[in-house]
T-cell receptor, first 115, second 111 residues
Framework: NAGVMQNPRHLVRRRGQEARLRCSPM?????VYWYRQLPEEGLKFMVY????????ESGMPKERFSAEFPKEGPSILRIQQVVRGDSAAYFCASSPSAGGWDEQFFGPGTRLTVL | SQELEQSPQSLIVQEGKNLTINCTSSKTLYGLYWYKQKYGEGLIFLMM?????EEKSHEKITAKLDEKKQQSSLHITASQPSHAGIYLC???????????FGKGTTLSVSS
C-alpha cells in the first residue's frame, strides 16, 4: 500500500506564475489536508477536503490560493500569481475518516521556491 | 503569540545521552500528537496522548501529557544517531478542527 504521494517534490516558479501541487492520498483515504511550512515557522493548516467537497478552508489565504479534490484523481493545491512569500514546503496528509489525527499520514511534501 | 510553544528550539546531544523536549499549549488540549520529520520528508506519527497523566512509550521514546499544565514532554533515552531530526508536537485544541503545530525542535546526535 503506497503512502501519500506528492508531486512534484520540488517546484521553482518565477513571480507571477502559477504553481500546481498534487497530492494522491493513500488507498482508501477520502480525507485530505493541506499544510504549509514556512521557513522558521511551524506547520500551518490550510484546507481540509473530502471527495469533491471543501470542508474547512479557514487556513487558506483569501486570494490566489484554491484547492480541489475531484471524484477521480489527486487533490490539487493551486497558487496563482505566486509571490516570494509563497516559498515554503507544502505538505498534504490523508486519513480514512474525519479527525483521527493518529490515522493521518503525511506525504513527503512539495518544496516551492519562488524566484 | 504562538499557541503551541516547543522548547528547546534545537538540541545537540552526545550519543547515549538522554534528552527531553517540551510542548506547552496556551489552550486546553483535547489531544497531543508527536511527530518526527527528517529533512526532505514528511511527518512520521510517533504517539498520541489524550488523557491527563497519560504516558506512552515506543522503543526508547516516552511521551507524557500533563493536562493541568497543558503540557507534554517527549523523552528519549540513550539517544542514537537515528533519533536525529525535527520533532513536532501537534495539538487538537478544539474538537473537530485541524491540528495546530509547534515550530519544532531540531535534534542532532553526535557520535
Amino acid at each position: 500500500n503506497a503512502g501519500v504521494m506528492q508531486n512534484p517534490r520540488h517546484l521553482v516558479r518565477r513571480r507571477g506564475q502559477e504553481a500546481r501541487l498534487r497530492c494522491s492520498p493513500m488507498k482508501g483515504h477520502s480525507h485530505v489536508y493541506w499544510y504549509r511550512q514556512l521557513p522558521e515557522e511551524g506547520l500551518k493548516f490550510m484546507v481540509y477536503l473530502q471527495k469533491e467537497n471543501i470542508i474547512d478552508e479557514s487556513g487558506m489565504p483569501k486570494e490566489r490560493f484554491s484547492a480541489e479534490f475531484p471524484k477521480e484523481g489527486p487533490s490539487i493545491l493551486r497558487i496563482q500569481q505566486v509571490v516570494r512569500g509563497d516559498s515554503a514546503a507544502y505538505f498534504c496528509a490523508s486519513s480514512p475518516s474525519a479527525g483521527g489525527w493518529d490515522e493521518q499520514f503525511f506525504g513527503p511534501g512539495t518544496r516551492l521556491t519562488v524566484l | 503569540s504562538q499557541e503551541l510553544e516547543q522548547s528547546p528550539q534545537s538540541l545537540i546531544v552526545q550519543e547515549g545521552k538522554n534528552l527531553t523536549i517540551n510542548c506547552t499549549s496556551s489552550k486546553t488540549l483535547y489531544g497531543l500528537y508527536w511527530y518526527k520529520q527528517k529533512y526532505g520528508e514528511g511527518l512520521i506519527f510517533l504517539m498520541m496522548l489524550q488523557k491527563g497523566g497519560e504516558e506512552k512509550s515506543h522503543e526508547k521514546i516516552t511521551a507524557k501529557l500533563d493536562e493541568k499544565k497543558q503540557q507534554s514532554s517527549l523523552h528519549i533515552t540513550a539517544s542514537q544517531p537515528s533519533h536525529a531530526g525535527i520533532y513536532l508536537c501537534g495539538a487538537d485544541v478544539q474538537a473537530g478542527t485541524a491540528l495546530i503545530f509547534g515550530k519544532g525542535t531540531t535534534l542532532s546526535v553526535s557520535s
